[in-house]
C-alpha cells in the first residue's frame, strides 16, 4: 500500500511539473504582471507556501527539505538567502522552477522560501529592492551554470 502511495504522489508531481518548461526561464524572466496576481503585500509567505510548497516540503517529497526542520535547512540557511531562493526559482534537483507554478511571482516566491527559512530557525527577511537584485544576480549565474553543462 504504502509502495502505491508513492507512486501516485510521484505521479501527481509529474504531471504538475509538465506545465514547467524543459529549460530554465532566461535570467530576469518573469510573469507579465496580468497573469500573475500579486499576493497581498502583508503576506509573509505562509500563503504561498500553504498554496505552492506545502505539498512537497510538507512531507519531504524528493529530499525537499521539510518545513521547520532545522537540520534539514541548516546548509540552505548557511548557502545564503539570494543563492537559495534563486536556485529554487530556476529549478533545483528535484524542484521545477518556480516550485510548479508558472504563474508565480518572484516576489512571493522569495516570501514563501524566506518564510521556510523562518520556520527552521533562519532570519531572513521578506525580500526588499536589493535582496530581489541579488536573487536575479544569482538566478543569471544558476541559468549560465546550467547551460554550460553538457
Known sequence: MKHTS???LVLAMSLAACEQRASPPAAGEDTPPAAAPKLAAADDGERTY???CKACHETGVI???KVGDAAAWAKLLAEGQ???TAHGWVGVRGMPPRGGRADLSLEDFARATAWMARSAGGDWQNPD???LA???AE??????ALR???
Open 129 to 131: 529592492a536589493p535582496m
Open 63 to 65: 529530499n525537499a527539505p
Open 6 to 8: 508513492y507512486l501516485s
Open 139 to 144: 538566478e543569471a549565474k544558476r541559468v549560465e
Open 50 to 52: 500553504q498554496q505552492v
Open 148 to 150: 554550460a553543462r553538457p
Open 134 to 136: 541579488a536573487i536575479r
Open 82 to 84: 539570494a543563492i537559495v
